[in-house]
């Protein structure tokens, strides 16, 4: 079944479960995913708040950056023609006749036979074309003997035209694109964008993702936990994820397994970019959200073949907007057993969410590692196994967790990695080569 249009004309609430493939695909389930959720509108930022996000204009440089030459060291400014006899025993003494800090305007121009004491950054004056660093010169000298920078200096080495001067340009030249849209902002690229004289950029909206944790088990910590009862954990692992990838959680709270309490807790996220919500899509007597989200909106699918997170749904739920219009809110229904839910959020709810902020590189790093341990494929779907990646002698070696439970979230703070274990391979031995894919890029040197 199709992903349903955000366009598509609203349908009466469905009366049963639709027919659809009981083994979609990690892929297709995916594709369908990322064929709906839209790169969000533009707005404006100031550059600190921008970080992170996707750039949505060109940046241009109005002006050559440095604007005009200046100074890379402490020393003096001079004329390289003055100090080409300049060396070991052969000193040549200049007339300092003004001295320059950053930021200053120069006054005084160089001639023959003089110097300005200058400041890294300090413009370049009028004449020089060559900086001699004070370790050339008499000047350390001259300080561990207490005596201030006098009206001359002895340079001690020759330099060439164009020595440790930034020439106007160097950075940015005018009218040269620097950043194209597009670009993720990182440190760098915000500094570049003040340079240019841009207090604020254009870029992508984050994504407010609305997150609910369904169950009538769930207690909210640090509540006291009655027997029968367990944490909610998945909404602060979800929510952090959403924050991790960009994204800006809204959390709604728990919903209880009634249809009531459902739709109560799920209209509250509505005004959201996307809803996930976590557990309540397996075939169990209490979980609703599938039902749900047929009479509130449109499922396209309920099944993935993979292990953790078979049971995960998507569709859309309608939001009726001012006046007569309709939103189609994209639901994403996790399972409710945590690992299952960080699984399936890195799988398919940590795409959409980057690509909604215009970013095209979707996918996590993956390598190849000598596996370990065994990994067992008992049921024809494609094993998603928690792995510790390290380095030995240039190559990388990948072993599990422990328990594979999809209740034992502690596997997920001690893996950097899931190892894969295809569907058409019923097991995977130590020794074989594993594609693993790389939740933290951070490698143990051995």
């Given amino acids: 079944m199709a992903v349903p249009s955000p366009h598509a004309h609203d ?29 969000l509108a533009i707005e404006e930022k100031p550059l600190l708040e921008a970080l992170g996000q996707v750039l949505a204009q060109e940046i241009r440089a109005d002006f050559p950056v440095p604007p005009r030459a200046n100074s890379s060291m402490d020393g003096y400014a001079v004329q390289s023609a003055d100090i080409a006899g300049a060396g070991a025993g052969q000193e040549v003494t200049l007339r300092v006749v003004g001295q320059l800090a950053a930021g200053a305007v120069p006054e005084t121009s160089v001639g023959p036979g003089l110097a300005v004491r200058i400041m890294t950054g300090a413009l370049i004056p009028e004449g020089a074309d060559a900086v001699v660093p004070f370790e050339e010169t008499d000047e350390l000298e001259r300080a ?77 910590p640090p509540n006291p936990l009655p027997p029968g009862k367990i944490y909610n954990s998945n909404t602060y692992s979800v929510a952090a994820s959403v924050q991790r990838y960009g ?17 109560e807790e799920v209209r509250k996220g509505l005004d959201a970019d996307m809803l996930i919500t976590t557990a309540g899509v397996s075939r169990g007597d209490y979980d609703v959200v599938k039902d749900v989200l047929m009479e509130e909106g449109e499922i396209a699918f309920w099944t993935v073949r993979m292990r953790p997170a078979k049971p995960l749904a998507f569709g859309t739920l309608r939001a009726v907007g001012p006046g007569t219009t309709t939103r189609h809110v994209p639901h994403l ?25 215009g970013r095209t590189d979707l996918t996590k790093p993956t390598i190849r590692a000598v596996l370990e341990d065994e990994i067992v494929n008992t ?54 080569t594993v594609d693993v894919q790389m939740l933290d890029w951070i490698e143990q040197q051995g």
């Fill in 11 to 39: 349908r009466h609430a469905h009366q049963g479960m639709p027919k659809m493939p009981v083994w979609l695909s990690v892929e297709d389930a995916l594709s369908k995913i990322l064929g709906f959720v839209p790169v």
């Fill in 379 to 432: 049921d024809g779907r494609r094993v998603y196994a928690r792995a510790i990646v390290t380095k030995r002698d240039g190559a990388y070696y990948a072993r599990l967790t422990g328990n594979q439970g999809s209740g034992v979230l502690t596997s997920m703070t001690k893996a950097n990695g899931l190892a894969i274990c295809p569907e058409d391979t019923p097991i995977m031995k130590p020794g074989e």
């Fill in 333 to 357: 229904g996790l399972p409710g057993n945590p690992v299952s839910t960080m699984v399936a959020f890195e799988e398919f709810a940590r795409p959409a969410i980057l690509k909604m902020q």
């Fill in 247 to 263: 994204g800006i959680p809204k959390v709604l709270g728990i919903a209880r397994d009634t249809k009531e309490s459902l739709k």
């Fill in 144 to 220: 561990q003997r207490g005596r201030a920078a006098g009206d001359s200096v002895e340079i001690r080495t020759a330099l060439p035209t164009g020595a440790n001067v930034r020439p106007a340009g160097e950075d940015m030249r005018k009218g040269e694109r620097v950043l194209a849209a597009g670009t993720v902002l990182r440190p760098a690229e915000i500094g570049v964008i003040a340079s240019t004289g841009h207090a604020t950029a254009r870029v992508i909206k984050r994504p407010v993702v609305a997150i609910l944790s369904t169950g009538d088990e769930l207690v909210e």
